[in-house]
């Protein structure tokens, strides 16, 4: 019993040694892509009414002129936000209860024209104007 107890810890310690981590993807792009205005796309590939806006400061802002929602640019809700590799980190302050919330995203495309992140469960996809 002793020596089927062995061979099996044995057995579940090799499936850890040996077990790969997906292999991280090169990154093509720079944190200079980012700079500028993006619109999101609908799911069928149209102009949505999201904007989001990403400055060399490491600020943003971002706002909704649908008629549903109607944050108008000079309204934007602004962010403040940092890129380490394809990881795309905002913290947006909430001044009248005085904290700060980080929403993590991982980029899986940006270019001169389109910007792609993901939460893990949805994905978001720009086109730069």
Same mark, same amino acid.
């Given at each position: ?5 062995? #061979?099996? %810890?044995? @057995?579940?310690?090799? /499936?850890?040694?040996?077990? !790969?981590? *997906?292999?991280? =993807?090169? &990154?093509?792009?720079? *944190?200079?892509?980012?700079?500028? &205005?993006? =619109?999101?796309?609908?799911? !069928?590939?149209?102009?949505? #009414? $999201? $904007? *989001? *806006? $990403? ?9 909704? /002129?649908?008629?549903? /929602?109607? &944050?108008?640019? !000079?309204?934007?809700?602004? %962010? ?7 990881? =795309?980190?905002? $913290? ?7 904290? +700060?919330?980080? /929403?993590?995203?991982? &980029? ?5 024209? #389109?910007? +792609?992140?993901?939460?893990? =469960?949805? @994905?978001?996809? %720009?086109?730069?104007?």
């Amino acid at each position: 019993m002793k020596h089927i107890t062995l #061979t099996f %810890f044995l @057995a579940i310690a090799m /499936v850890f040694m040996f077990s !790969s981590c *997906e292999e991280d =993807l090169p &990154i093509d792009f720079t *944190e200079q892509d980012l700079y500028g &205005i993006w =619109l999101q796309q609908t799911p !069928s590939g149209t102009n949505g #009414t $999201y $904007y *989001e *806006e $990403y400055k060399s400061n490491k600020t943003g802002s971002y706002w909704d /002129v649908s008629p549903d /929602v109607d &944050i108008p640019k !000079s309204d934007a809700k602004e %962010f403040t936000w940092e890129l380490e590799t394809d990881d =795309l980190t905002w $913290y947006l302050k909430y001044e009248e209860v005085g904290g +700060t919330n980080i /929403v993590r995203y991982t &980029i899986t495309t940006l270019n001169s024209t #389109t910007l +792609t992140y993901t939460d893990g =469960l949805t @994905a978001k996809t %720009f086109k730069k104007q």
